[in-house]
């Protein structure tokens, strides 16, 4: 089934140790979302990329960055994990910008 | 600009009964609406989308919405719940034109369901 997958489902790090989440995709989607969500809250958009064109969101930390090798990868890196960081990270695609969001299940980081 | 209101946030409902939960929106312009569900520690899954065709709307696993526009709302209903709907519920807009991507989600509804 295409699908979206993001690895690992739970990570676990150490104040200012950084990580990369990844988020891979088999729907062929233009567009690719990172989100943070964090408890009983919506998911708030850090940043997407467009094919190669990457947009960031006015107010993701620069501590929060994205490559996006292909077509089908993602990936977020957290170059200096606070504790504040600690959330559920959420890979979304989409075919073109406009349509609904397809997500993965989320990678829930915990920040020691 | 766009937004969007979920008026409770929190439902309770005893299985087998009706589901209501209300999404009011603004928009300058007759906008593209979804809802989305997330159960726990998952992440969240489309139930349905308007986009301007019919306004009666149905969705995956019962669910259906009705976009009226002359109330701006799209209200998310399931004339009988079952337990494994319980689950966090947001009602999305895409943020300004359609080619933006970015979607402006509601503050999210915990449907509770009872047996």
């Known amino acids: 089934d295409a699908m979206v997958i993001q690895n690992p489902r739970y990570q676990v790090t150490q104040f200012g140790k950084p990580v990369t989440l990844s988020c891979s995709q088999t729907?062929?989607?233009?567009?690719m979302y990172w989100y943070q969500q964090k408890s009983s809250q919506a998911p708030k958009l850090l940043f997407h990329y467009y094919d190669k064109d990457f947009n960031n969101e006015a107010d993701t930390p620069d501590n929060f960055q994205s490559r996006r090798p292909n077509t089908s990868f993602c990936f977020l890196d957290i170059r200096s994990p606070g504790l504040g960081d600690a959330a559920m990270y959420l890979c979304?695609?989409?075919?073109?910008?406009?349509?609904?969001?397809?997500f993965g299940p989320g990678t829930r980081l915990t920040v020691l | 600009a766009q937004s969007v209101t979920q008026l409770d946030s929190h439902v309770s409902v005893s299985e087998g009964t009706p589901v209501l939960l209300r999404c009011n929106y603004s928009?300058?312009?007759?906008?593209?609406l979804f809802w989305y569900v997330q159960h726990p520690n998952k992440g969240l899954q489309l139930l349905l989308k308007?986009?301007?065709?019919?306004?009666l709307v149905k969705g995956i696993n019962g669910f259906e919405a009705e976009f009226k526009k002359s109330e701006t709302s799209f209200h998310l209903t399931k004339p009988s719940a079952h337990m494994s709907d319980a689950a966090e519920y947001f009602c999305v807009v895409p943020q300004g034109s359609s080619n933006t991507g970015k979607l402006i989600f509601g503050q999210g509804t915990t449907l509770q369901v009872k047996p």
């Open positions: 729907l062929n989607h233009n567009v």
């Open positions: 979304a695609t989409s075919r073109e910008q406009g349509f609904g969001q397809f």
């Open positions: 928009s300058s312009y007759s906008p593209s």
């Open positions: 308007y986009t301007s065709a019919a306004t």
